[in-house]
């Protein structure tokens, strides 16, 4: 059973870098095919998908964040991360971390999710 758990600070101060860190546990960021994607909900509003980094190091952004969006991983640790650049009270979302077997299919495993408010 793969396990996702976002961590990261739940207070940003606008036009700093927002953070976040998924620990997978029970499967491997680097099994063949595999993608680890990070998604958001701001309040009252439907799910954003933010980016995506593949099992080989690809990754690939939403072309709306995509000046403001890097996603990271280190492999020793079985985790990938999220930084978002320069954010705005918009940015202010639950985060959640999820895991679909290839680029493109349905995301099998998520993450509780995480509130960040980016304060004004």
């Known amino acids: 059973q793969v396990q996702l758990q976002e961590s990261g600070p739940g207070l940003v101060k606008a036009s700093q870098t927002l953070s976040l860190t998924c620990t997978v546990s029970g499967g491997s960021i680097t099994t063949s095919f595999s993608a680890w994607t990070w998604i958001r909900q701001p309040p009252g509003k439907g799910l954003e998908w933010m980016g995506v980094i593949a099992y080989d190091g690809s990754a690939f952004y939403s072309p709306s964040l995509k000046s403001r969006t890097s996603i990271s991983r280190d492999t020793s640790k079985n985790q990938f991360s999220l930084q978002l650049s320069s954010v705005t009270p918009e940015d202010t979302a639950v985060y959640y971390c999820?895991?679909?077997?290839?680029?493109?299919?349905?995301?099998?495993?998520w993450g509780q999710g995480t509130q960040v408010t980016v304060s004004s």
């Open positions: 999820a895991r679909s077997a290839r680029l493109g299919s349905l995301y099998d495993y």
